[in-house]
Nanobody, 125 residues
Framework: VQLQASGGGLVQAGGSLGLSCAASGDFVRINVMGWYRQAPGKQRELVASISSIGSTDYADSMKGRFTISRDNAKNTMYLQMNSLEPEDTAVYYC????????????????????WGQGTLVTVSS
């Protein structure tokens, strides 16, 4: 199972950027998915999360500016970021709780958290 994040880049303050995170591999289902970010010298923090049925949660500083969504048919999650600020500069990571079959135990499953490789978002002032 792999998560592939894409869409980062350089944008001016006030601009917009969209990120994608695609899951691939052999799995039963994707449960909650989320975006995190880590700015230089800071701890990784939650940006937003979305459940398998579309319930969303946002960090306070992202509410009203960022929108998380997912397309279950494409196993892909998105993050639309508007009104970007220099403080939004960070490496953005996606993660997901994914249920897979246990190869050695027929009909049994396990759920693990997987992380994407991160995509850099730079907002210039």
């Amino acid at each position: 199972v792999q998560l592939q994040a894409s869409g980062g880049g350089l944008v001016q303050a006030g601009g917009s950027l969209g990120l994608s995170c695609a899951a691939s591999g052999d799995f039963v289902r994707i449960n909650v998915m989320g975006w995190y970010r880590q700015a230089p010298g800071k701890q990784r923090e939650l940006v937003a999360s979305i459940s398998s049925i579309g319930s969303t949660d946002y960090a306070d500083s992202m509410k009203g500016r960022f929108t998380i969504s997912r397309d279950n048919a494409k196993n892909t999650m998105y993050l639309q970021m508007n009104s970007l600020e220099p403080e939004d500069t960070a490496v953005y990571y996606c993660n997901a709780d994914i249920t897979t079959w246990i190869v050695s135990i027929p009909l049994r499953t396990t759920t693990q958290t997987y992380w994407g490789q991160g995509t850099l978002v730079t907002v210039s002032s």
